[in-house]
């Protein structure tokens, strides 16, 4: 197969899952920023079922959605009609998005993964595959910070944990889910950047490299 149409074939539906991913998002922003009764008839509830469910039984692959972006989009998906698989630390967490999913109506499943971890993400993916069949939509999302540093004041473990997370955690991600949706003929891949990736902020060198890391 050609490199265009690899990319042709990675890329299918990209756009409308990257929109509701951008669409959770400025969900879980709007609601930390205004009034909630402010935002009750402009935001819809991302854990009610959505009459459109226009990613009818679609399966999607989250990282790190056991809170903020991640989460919210977990959220969205399955309100939306997908089958979403996630993972994140911390597993309390975790399943309490997982059984708030399924309360409301929507499929999900969560399992305890660590992005920087190659076994892990490998044994993730294929989880996700064994038990739903295949791979449509995956969005590497996890990622971490640390409190701004000057470059001499960085430790190099925070550093090299900011790397690890944030840019290797995307690679492994695409590493392990790229090979199930060639084999099935598509799918769409969307990974979490920053504002930072593209314009430098004071002492926060290591957040910025990973993020541009991911852009490029």
Known sequence: MSNPSRRRILTTGALGAAGLVATAASQLQTTAQTQATAQASAIPD????????????KVVLITGATSGIGETTAR????????????????????????????????????????????????????????????????????TDYPPHKIADTPISEFDDLM????????????????????????????????GGYRAF??????????????L
């Open 46 to 57: 991302a854990a009610i079922p959505n009459p459109s469910r226009k990613f009818q039984n």
């Open 76 to 143: 969205a998906f399955a309100a939306e009609g997908a089958k979403v698989f996630f993972c994140g630390r911390r597993e309390s967490l975790g399943q309490t998005v997982e059984r708030e999913i399924r309360s409301a109506g929507g499929e999900a499943t969560y399992v305890r993964a660590d992005v920087r971890q190659v076994e892990q993400v490998k044994a993730f993916v294929e989880a996700c595959v064994t038990q739903y069949g295949r791979l449509d939509i995956a969005f590497n999302n996890a990622g």
């Open 164 to 195: 690890n997370t944030n840019a290797r955690g995307v690679f492994l991600g695409m590493k392990y889910e790229i090979p199930y949706m060639l084999e099935a003929g598509g799918g769409a891949i969307v990974n979490m950047a920053s504002i």
């Open 202 to 215: 004071p002492n926060i060198v290591g957040y910025g490299a990973s993020k541009a890391a991911v852009i």
